[in-house]
Structure formats: structure tokens, C-alpha cells
């Protein structure tokens, strides 16, 4: 009886402790033909991927290359498999628990919050609070919902106060694991205020946009993230009928939803959700554009990691309307940011770019009427993926900001 109680204790107890990722690995796979799309099917089968990109197994094409984790325990028979099959691999990170410890990297020994480090939700939430009192004369802070555990999903309205201002909206955060994204958005909102008065073309952008930043989207899955498993990438729901939680919040938006390139498995990691619109989190962003949908004008979405920049469609291979001017947008915007370190973005829309994926934020806002609709992927290309170093904060967030900026003033520029 003592030794069951203390087996339960300690049960327990680490079930309160954060997933340590030890001795998992990150492989790199060539699939050239539909062979070897059969047979990454097949390994999917035998063993619990979790696939980093493409998003799932569904979503594999032929020539391309796929990236998964594998659990310690699963190493040597995923190695076994890929051998066997002569299946060409690389092994991207050899363990991901010193990935993980080596993400913090940025030896800046403060406490709170830093521009250059990954700060958890509280530190953020802390910020939103301070940047807007700060700054009383060009952000606002608001709350457009709460989440499936409570939170509140800030957004910060960053222009000069005047009337009838046309929108840019920006999020960053939807999957919990692309700690990148609210790196940026972060970034973004700091940049804006330093430079508004100093730098030419950010005062014109302050002085006739807002722009909308939602710092998280995603706050319950961050903040998973930190606590429990750096590798969680949904929300955080639970459903009667599972005990598996959360839905996958860029497959939750009613644009083609679940269609394609989604899973209707709640235990799936592209887990579309029981509806559209299921989550709260998807409900709150749909309910705050749709309210200022005439003077929202672009809409962004940053999530990582690939270095690419898309537009829709991706629920269909259809083309947008304005294709060519979309098309000639992200090419710029792409060439603006490698003007400052040379990172190469591939650009174009979401289905023939990458892969078919149905209910993406995007494509919902373009279907709304937003004309200017873009997600990006931001570094790296697979060295780091998900746990870039936070010594790459920076020069990350300054390229994407010269592609915002570019995209911003395009905007401006081409109001309707
Ligand atoms: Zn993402």
C-alpha cells in the first residue's frame, strides 16, 4: 500500500513537470516519388511522428523534404525503417533537449522582459500593459476576448490618433511552439515607437495607418509551451468524447474549413476542431475584423518556420483575383528583406507554393474582402526550426520588419 501511494505521488508529481525532450531527434527525409510517400505513410503508421513540415503526413508531395521529431524510444526503429527502405535522411538535430537549452543563448543575464529573448506570456502580458502606458500618445491597448482557459488576448493599436485611419492588421502566436512569431511582433511594436519622428517612412506609416498587432493569439498554448511541452502547437480546448486537446487554430477559420490539408482527428496536430469557428480564440479575431472590416486593409499572419511568403489561396489551388499584383507584392517584399543579411524567402500562394491546407486565418480574411492577405514563415529553413536561437531575435525581426514596412506602404499607397 505504501509503495502504491508513493507510486501515485510521483506520478503525480511529474506530471506537473515540463517534458524534457531528451534524446528525441529531428530527421530530415528526401521524398522523391509517391514511393517514398507510401512508405513515410507507412513509418507514420508505425511510429508516432510529429511532423514540423509539411504539418502532417497528408500533407507530403513528392520532391520535396520532411521534417519530423521522433521520441527517444522511437529512434532506433525510425532509423531501422529509413535504412531498410533506402530512404535518403539527415539527422537536423541530434537532441533536442540541448536545442531546447541552447535556444537561450542570448546571454543577457535581465530579468523581465527583453527585446532579444523569448519571454512567457506573463512577461508579455506585462509589457502589453507598459509599452501602451509608455506610449499614451500612439498605442491604445484592448482586449478583443478570453481564451478556452481565461486569458485575455490583447491587442495593441499602434498609430497616431486621428479619424477614419485606414488598418493594418498583424498577429503573431497561433501555433504555441513558433516562439519566433511574438519575438516579432514585439519587435514591431518597439521599432514603431522608437522610430516614429526619427525615421521617414515608419512616421508617414504611423501618421496614416493603424496598425493592429496581436502580440498572442494563441496564449494558452504559449504559455503550454513554457510550462509543459515546447513542442505543443494548438489550442489548449478539451471536448466530451477526447481526451485529446486542443485544435489546430490556423485549420479553424471558415475557408474551406477541413476540406483539405486538415485532420478531423482531435488528437491530430491539424485538428480542424468540432466546427469552424470552434475555438474561442478563432471567434474573438474573427469578431474584431469583422467589426472593422472598412478600415482594415491588410491583413498579416507570422508563424515559422520554411522563410517563405504566401498568400492565398490555400484551401483550393484557385488563384486570387488580383494574382499578378499579389504576386508582384511578396516579390518585392521578399527582395526588401534580404536587402539586410541576404535570408532568401520563396513566395507565392499557399497551395502551389506549399501544400494544400484548409482554414487558414488568411484565406478567411481575404474571403472578407481584405485585398491584401499574407502569412509568413519566418527563419530559419530547418537548422534550429522550431527553437531558433535567440541570438537570431534580432536580425530575424529587422528583416521581417523592412517586408512589413514595404508591404504597409504598398497598402497606403493602393488604399480601396
Ligand atoms: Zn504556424
Known amino acids: 500500500m505504501l509503495a502504491f501511494l508513493i507510486l501515485v505521488t510521483v506520478a503525480l508529481a511529474s506530471s506537473h513537470h515540463a517534458e524534457d525532450f531528451e534524446g528525441n531527434k529531428v530527421f530530415r527525409v528526401s521524398v522523391e516519388d509517391e514511393n517514398h510517400m507510401t512508405l513515410m505513410h507507412e513509418l507514420a503508421s508505425i511510429s508516432e511522428l510529429d511532423f514540423w513540415k509539411p504539418d502532417s503526413v497528408a500533407q507530403i508531395k513528392p520532391h520535396t523534404t520532411v521534417d519530423f521529431r521522433v521520441k527517444a524510444e522511437d529512434v532506433l526503429t525510425v532509423e531501422d525503417f529509413l535504412e531498410h527502405n533506402e530512404l535518403h535522411y539527415e539527422v537536423l538535430i541530434n537532441n533536442l533537449r540541448s536545442a531546447m537549452d541552447a535556444q537561450f543563448d542570448s546571454h543577457s543575464r535581465a530579468a523581465g522582459h527583453s527585446y532579444t529573448k523569448y519571454n512567457n506570456w506573463e512577461t508579455i502580458e506585462a509589457w502589453t500593459k507598459e509599452i501602451a502606458a509608455q506610449n499614451p500618445s500612439l498605442i491604445s491597448r484592448s482586449v478583443i476576448g478570453t481564451t478556452f482557459e481565461g486569458r485575455s488576448m490583447y491587442l ?132 474584431f475584423i469583422q467589426k472593422n472590416l472598412s478600415s482594415i486593409k491588410a491583413y498579416l499572419t507570422v508563424h515559422s518556420y520554411s522563410q517563405l511568403l504566401l498568400y492565398p489561396y490555400s484551401y483550393s489551388y484557385k488563384l486570387p483575383s488580383n494574382n499578378a499584383e499579389l504576386n508582384s507584392v511578396v516579390k518585392a517584399a521578399a527582395n526588401e528583406l534580404a536587402s539586410l543579411y541576404g535570408t532568401k524567402y520563396k513566395y507565392g500562394p499557399g497551395a502551389s507554393t506549399i501544400y494544400l491546407a484548409a482554414g487558414g486565418s488568411d484565406d478567411w480574411a481575404y474571403d472578407q474582402g481584405i485585398k491584401y492577405s499574407f502569412t509568413f514563415e519566418l527563419r530559419d529553413t530547418g537548422r534550429y526550426g522550431f527553437l531558433l536561437p535567440e541570438s537570431q531575435i534580432q536580425a530575424t525581426s529587422e528583416e521581417t520588419l523592412l517586408a512589413v514596412k514595404y508591404i504597409a506602404n504598398y497598402v497606403l499607397e493602393h488604399l480601396y
Open 156 to 287: 495593441l493599436k499602434v498609430g497616431k490618433a486621428s479619424s477614419n485611419k485606414p488598418a493594418v492588421f498583424i498577429d503573431c502566436g497561433f501555433h504555441a511552439r513558433e516562439w519566433i512569431s511574438p519575438a516579432f511582433c514585439q519587435w514591431f511594436v518597439k521599432e514603431a515607437v522608437r522610430t516614429y519622428g526619427q525615421e521617414a517612412q515608419m512616421t508617414k506609416l504611423l501618421d496614416k495607418l493603424d496598425f493592429y498587432v496581436l502580440p498572442v493569439f494563441n496564449v494558452d498554448g504559449y504559455v503550454y509551451s513554457w510550462t509543459k511541452s515546447r513542442m505543443w502547437r494548438k489550442t489548449r480546448s478539451s471536448r466530451t468524447g477526447s481526451s485529446c486537446r486542443g485544435v489546430d487554430p490556423n485549420r479553424n477559420f471558415k475557408a474551406g474549413w477541413c476540406e483539405t490539408g486538415a485532420s478531423k482527428d482531435p488528437c491530430s496536430d491539424t485538428y480542424c476542431g468540432p466546427t469552424a469557428e470552434s475555438e474561442k480564440e478563432t471567434k474573438a479575431l474573427t469578431n
